[in-house]
T-cell receptor, first 117, second 111 residues
């Protein structure tokens, strides 16, 4: 079974600062996907970024980037120039490549990120 | 324009009652899911349906039953509600299995 660990229950930074959220996972799979989801106070789950394990290049989406270290099973999220609207719960998630039908996501317990004005 | 919608948004009910949460997606996706988010914000998959076939069923009590009348709908029926069922329930859909589109969630409160 896969596990996803987010060791920071809550983080707080000033607007415009850069913040890094940590995530580690445990799996025996070689092919898999990793995700960061954002859940603002509106409760909506929004995909922020995803990474295929077979790709060495770190994924980036505008101000969001990841540091994927496959050997260390680490998948951190960096938010540059943080904005007030980035305040949300952030969930790291793992998905193994399915063998015959879709598979579900395994989520970490989340990090509550607060951006201070 | 809503991609994945759920009704109701809030549901408050008494212990022992039977209730349903509806989910609809207008994306033409083949697979739909139900997730449960507990009071500690922990998200866990409950079910997924692909072309009307249940393909995942985690260790969920059989009081919970997903029903899919067609590819665009996956409703969640819950019988004999218990206090521990209080949570936020998310519906999601996907075509590319690696990307989920989530609904807005339904907050269920059992009194």
């Amino acid at each position: 079974a896969q596990t996803v660990t987010q060791s920071q229950p809550e983080m707080s930074v000033q607007e415009a600062e850069t913040v890094t959220l940590s995530c580690t996972y445990d799996t025996s799979e070689n092919n898999y996907y990793l995700f960061w989801y954002k859940q603002p106070p509106s409760r909506q789950m929004i995909l922020v970024i995803r990474q295929e394990a077979y790709k060495q290049q770190n994924a980036t989406e505008n101000r969001f980037s990841v540091n994927f270290q496959k050997a260390a099973k680490s998948f951190s999220l960096k938010i540059s120039d943080s904005q007030l609207g980035d305040t949300a719960m952030y969930f790291c998630a793992f998905m193994k490549q399915p063998g015959g039908g879709a598979d579900g996501l395994t989520f970490g317990k989340g990090t509550h990120l607060i951006i201070q004005p | 324009d809503t991609a994945v919608s759920q009704t109701p948004k809030y549901l408050v009910t008494q212990m022992g009652n039977d209730k349903s949460i509806k989910c609809e997606q207008n994306l033409g996706h083949d697979t739909m899911y139900w997730y449960k988010q507990d009071s500690k914000k922990f998200l866990k998959i409950m079910f997924s349906y692909n072309n009307k076939e249940l393909i995942i069923n985690e260790t969920v009590p059989n009081r919970f039953s997903p029903k899919s009348p067609d590819k665009a709908h996956l409703n969640l029926h819950i019988n004999s509600l218990e206090l521990g069922d209080s949570a936020v329930y998310f519906c999601a859909s996907s075509q590319d299995w690696t990307r989920r589109f989530f609904g807005p969630g339904t907050r269920l409160t059992v009194l």
